[in-house]
């Protein structure tokens, strides 16, 4: 629908009017809410979450309250205690199973505390939420070992084909993409030698892929890059990962995804115009 077609169904004082009722405090949104609901909130005596606005209609006896809350509490109703609390969280009184929840006057917002007296209630010392008091199933080393087709039997028989295997080469496999070994440089001259030939202003070539751009810095590298001689590349289309800086370091100004910072032996610097791709070969028939 466009624009014009909704000016047609609903001027801007219907929509004004329908965003108030919406968003009328205390009515869920206003949204689908009788002049007989109440939205409150629940809180448990073994709970430390609390059940956000549900709404109760004020016509219900407690007792139909309480069944309903043993759906989202899991304690019976002839072990629950509830009590009525305002927006401090201050009771107000304990409800009785023969009156009617509106006989309270309870206002969207309030709280229900359930007070379980179940002794052997399930979610009593936390069992509900505390995962730590939950029995983990353990298994010792050698049971594992002795299992087939186990993660320490896979690995084994990957090393014994390529020792220089690890995981990250193994997904880089599975996407059919290269593996590129991470460095392990301690040498803060690594790749001097390659670099003094490159200069800031130059046009160059990146590989893999070829791709073009200008030389923005040449030089060793800061925090969040491995020791070494880097250069810096502003590249002609939008195919680099930064916009000049790395991990907060600043190595020069482009816009963000023109910028790269490679190893020199991956830089060739020349002649390398930026490529028209609308360009025309005259000689081409």
């Known amino acids: 629908m466009s624009r014009a077609d909704l000016d047609k169904f609903m001027s801007q004082a219907d929509v004004d009017q329908l965003k108030a ?18 939205l409150l909130a629940v809180s448990h005596s073994n709970l430390k979450a609390q059940f956000m606005e549900i709404r ?65 209630s399930m979610s009593k010392g936390g069992w509900l939420e505390d995962t730590s008091l939950v029995e983990k199933y353990q298994i010792s080393d050698e049971d594992y070992y002795k299992r087939d087709n186990n993660y320490r039997k896979w690995k084994e028989g990957k090393l014994a084909e390529d020792p220089e295997w690890c995981l990250e080469k193994e997904m880089a496999k599975k996407r059919g993409v290269e593996y590129v070994k991470k460095e392990n440089v301690s040498d803060p001259e690594y790749m001097a030698e390659d670099a003094a030939n490159i200069s800031i202003g130059q046009r160059c070539e990146v590989q893999p892929g070829g791709k073009r751009g200008e030389v923005k810095f040449v030089g060793k590298a800061g925090e969040g890059l491995p020791m070494g001689w880097w250069i810096g590349v502003q590249y002609d289309e939008p195919v680099g990962k930064n916009d000049g800086s790395v991990k907060g370091v600043r190595y020069f100004e482009c816009m963000e995804g023109y910028g790269g910072m490679i190893r020199p032996d991956k830089v060739t610097v020349g002649d390398f115009p930026e490529i028209d791709e609308f360009a025309s070969d005259e000689d081409e028939i």
Not at 25 to 38: F, H, N, R
Not at 82 to 95: E, F, G, I, S, T
């Open 21 to 38: 009722y919406v968003s009328a405090p205390g009515k869920a949104g206003g949204a689908a809410q009788g002049d007989s609901t109440v």
């Open 56 to 120: 109760f209609d004020r016509h219900m006896t407690i007792r139909r309250v309480k069944e309903r809350l043993q759906s989202h509490t899991g304690t019976s109703p002839d072990q629950m205690t509830l009590q009525l609390k305002d927006w401090d969280n201050k009771v107000l009184c304990v409800l009785e199973d023969q009156q009617k929840l509106g006989y309270y006057s309870p206002e969207d917002g309030f709280l229900l505390h359930v007070v379980d007296h179940d002794e052997f």
